[in-house]
């Protein structure tokens, strides 16, 4: 299996990454291929809107640093999205890529059954880390799945959400989300 893992938040040792990187060490400990990117060192824009993709492209035109990003995911069998809630909401480097799969899309996505031009069978991981309590902030991957389910992006998603967590390595120290992140590998395998 190929992953690619795009870790949200600016902390190379964020709860979010660390949560990440014990799926991803678990997966290439079965021999899988897996490719990290640290977004936040990427130099990159959003979304032009310049809707290229809808017509003399099949893929976005922008040439910056998420290019081989936007590629590489087109090829992983797993996709994982780790951020930090900021401001009630996904990272703005999460966010930023998310907004340039628009690219995927095909030009009649709206009303057309194909409505992307990825390979079958993906799945996401989707990890969340917070400040605030579990009450707070639910909504947040729930707003993003109902587009990606809408879009018929994923055949499967896989959601952890590590709740008041603010020091670096808090993570690391709750058993709860240690085995969830291996839960998440073994089912993935
Ligand atoms: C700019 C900023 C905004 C934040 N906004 C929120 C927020 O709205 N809600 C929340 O629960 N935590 C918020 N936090 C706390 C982070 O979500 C929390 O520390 C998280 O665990 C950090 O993830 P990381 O360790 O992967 O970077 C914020 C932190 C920063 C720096």
Excluded at 70 to 77: F, G, R
Excluded at 106 to 123: A, D, N, Q, S, V
Excluded at 142 to 167: Q, V
Aim: aromatic share 8%; glycine share 6%; with cysteine.
């Amino acid at each position: 299996m190929k992953i690619v893992s795009l870790l949200g938040s600016p902390r190379k040792k964020g709860n979010s990454t660390q949560l990440a990187g014990i799926v991803t060490s678990t997966l290439k400990e079965k021999g899988n291929s897996v490719t990290e990117y640290f977004l936040n060192e990427l130099v990159f824009k959003g979304c032009q809107a310049c809707m290229a993709c809808k017509g003399k492209s099949e893929s976005c035109v922008v040439k910056d640093d998420l290019a081989p990003v936007l590629e590489a995911v087109k090829e992983a069998d797993v996709i994982m999205m780790a951020t930090p809630v900021y401001w009630g909401e996904i990272s703005a480097q999460l966010k930023s890529f998310i907004d340039r799969t628009y690219s995927y899309l095909t030009p009649g996505f709206m009303t057309e059954e194909i409505k992307h031009r990825l390979p079958k069978g993906k799945k996401l991981v989707f990890i969340q880390s917070q400040g605030a309590p579990q009450e707070l902030y639910a909504d947040v991957f729930e707003r993003y799945n109902a587009f990606f389910k809408m879009l018929n992006y994923f055949d499967e998603t896989h959601l952890l959400r590590g709740c008041e967590l603010n020091e670096l390595g808090q993570a690391m120290k709750r058993d709860d989300l240690v085995t969830r992140a291996k839960e998440i590998a073994e089912k993935l395998l």
